[in-house]
């Protein structure tokens, strides 16, 4: 950060302020502290019959590949309308029946991802504006190694097992980077 949005003034400073427990970007003359927290993605697991509905990323990161319906929640909305909304932008589906199904914690880079499960009465998508292609998947065609991320991997995972026991749960965990730039899945 290098100017203050609430006066203009180019003397941020990084420092933990009065009453705090870490460094924030602070502006000396006008006092204000600005707090940078974690960005939420929501999104959908949307079946149709024994299907699953993906999306082929039409922007980066990850031009090309293969993710579930979701994005980043937008101010003035709960976070099951942003997953409807991500939805329907990605893949003009308007899905309903929804459910919370699965909570990941990525801190490596500041996300959230809270992903409902969702419903479609027919088999009806079509590419939004961020999507190349969309497909309803069996599970045997599901294309693994062109997913998108580990958390949309994982989310999959899940799903299939959860209806193969016949119950589904709400799952949480998280998603971290190690020292050699892997990932550590933790189901909690």
């Known amino acids: 950060m290098k100017f203050c949005s609430h006066c203009g003034s180019d003397k941020i400073q990084s420092k933990v302020p009065d009453g705090d427990n870490r460094a924030r970007f602070c502006c000396p003359d006008c006092d204000t502290i600005f707090y940078e927290n974690p960005k939420i993605v929501t999104g959908c697991v949307v079946t149709c019959e024994d299907k699953v509905l993906l999306c082929k990323r039409a922007i980066e990161p ?3 590949l293969w993710t579930l319906p979701a994005g980043f929640m937008e101010n003035n909305e709960t976070v099951q309308q942003g997953a409807a909304r991500e939805t329907y932008e990605e ?3 308007t899905v309903t029946e929804m459910s919370l199904f699965t909570v990941y914690n990525l801190t490596h880079i500041s996300q959230v991802y809270m992903i409902f499960r969702a419903q479609l009465d027919k088999p009806e998508a079509s590419p939004g504006i961020e999507s190349l292609e969309t497909e309803f998947v069996s599970e045997a065609d599901i294309p693994w190694d062109e997913l998108a991320f580990p958390v949309i991997n994982e ?7 959860d209806r ?4 589904f749960k709400v799952h949480h965990g998280e998603i971290t980077r190690l020292a050699d730039r892997s990932l550590r899945t933790t189901r909690y």
């Open 62 to 64: 990850r031009l090309g």
């Open 91 to 93: 893949a003009t589906a």
């Open 155 to 161: 989310t999959l995972e899940l799903f299939f097992a």
């Open 164 to 167: 193969k026991a016949g119950e």
